[in-house]
């Protein structure tokens, strides 16, 4: 029963399109990039990127490299590290600036001036701040999501129905009842939204920064991806750089579809019926 | 006559049901306004009348002419400018869960399944008690939504949320409940259904209910006082007495010549609120009004 409805959601026509498209990406990109040994002329812009093939091969060699795999786990753990520290602050932040008004009228003044200045820009600044290059980096990458959460959760918690104040206080919650089972889960479809937004800004911001910095590890590859990607175009390797970047694409995808999937357990109300 | 009598066979009797207190409402020259200055609008003007106990109490009344702002004020969201409200003697001064408000629309919170929104009221007061969840069982039951207690509010028809706000309303047993055009989106059948409902479930307990509306046959099916408000500056201008016997059932009380008595003295009275507010002051407005009533007057003594 189980495994019948898993092959038919497997085989969905969506999955299938998905399938395809993919698929028809990779022979297009192929043919582009083989065209000058195969018609004679290269393609324009594909015709200087290495063929999928050739990553292929080049990605099966990485695959017993610990420098890759150590790459991956720098970055991870960079990402996850700022991310948890944005949610850890910026959720509380924007449920009290959203709960009080006085609270609000000190924070959100600076809060906004601060706020379009891109992460990138915080880069050298946090390299003279902060003591090493590691911290430095997740500080970056924490400002990627810090913004983007606490706007998320300001904006949700502020736009509640009245209607759910009125109607629980007539009720007799206290206000800490109001808080716990009224503005914490009305809040909660903006916190997972503001989230995965941030998430994917951190995996943008992550990268950036080890290129600019340099990497931190005490091996010359230990530097995560972003770092990975540069070292691998300074050493002439095309294919790497391909490989590095589809992997960040990998990691940033299956992290975002980890948390749709949290949060769509968390706000059972809001699946489809 | 006791329609009580008449419909206890079809209750469940083994949950104790809590008793009902007959309490009443005195609203005693109340007036609000809100702005300051220049910018003052007065919404209620010296309003007084009384919500009687034990009887379902229904106010009609134009589209804006202050009805929600008084429900805002019975249940102690705001304070009224001038005059007092009095629940049995005491004096009203902030929300409380002796008055429960049914709003327009949904209130119920998405986030919670059926059975979790009856049940917050006892939770918030940490009474989530064996008798408690009982009553909750009692009350799913009685608004038909046992099957449907694990559901989410987006999962339910209009109607049925409408009936799990009354259920999530009455588990706190109020000693008045006050509801703002609860049935306002519904479409005509669910509408006449809900009338039915509701006032069998008004009939069973006799609880003092305040029911505002804009709808003239709603307000008829179910009042036992019927209370007309007058253009803004909103008060009451003119008390029925609706004494059509309970319980009541569609058909008939369409058909009944009391009913319909009762139905033109208020459309008349209705009228003339109307059209005051058509006019708003202008001249040829007014001159309009004027002509307009003289020609239903003369058409409606022409029919009769």
Redesign the interface.
Known sequence: MISKRLTKSLFSRSNLRAVIAIFVFLVLWEVGSRSKDWFGFPMPWVGHVPPPTAVLVAWYGLLGDPGYWQSWYMSTLRVLAGFLAAMVIGIPLGLFMAVNKTFHGIVFPSFEVLRPIPPLAWVPASIIFWPTQELSIAFVTFLGAFFTIVINVLGGAKSI?P??F?????????QW?VFR??VL??T?PSIVVGSAVGMGITWEVVVAAEMISGGGGTTGSGGGLGFFIWNSYVGGSYEQIVVGMISIGIAGFVCSELLRKLGGYL???LRK? | MNANTQNQSAVMSDTPKPVVKPSEIQVKNVSKSYGAGLFEKQVIKDCSFTIERNKLTVMIGPSGCGKSTLIRLL???EKPTAGTIELDGKRITG???D???V?QES?L????TTHDNIM??P???RENTKQNRGLAEYLLEKVGLSAFRAK????LSGGMQRRAELA?AMI?NPDVMILDEPFRGLDCMSKELMWEYYSGLFEESHRTNFFVTTDIDEAIFLADRLLIMSNIPGQVRETIEVDLPRPRRLAFVFDDDRAIAVKMEALSILHKEAMKSFSGGSKAASDFVEAYSKRSAAAETAEQ
């Open positions: 129905d209607r759910f009125q109607s629980a206080q007539s009720m007799g919650s206290s009842d089972r009224v889960p009305a909660l706000t059972p109300w019926r | 249940a102690g969201f929300p409380g869960r008055r429960l408000v709003f209130a919170f998405p986030w919670m917050y009221g939770k918030a007061r989410y509010p987006p999962q999530r706190n």
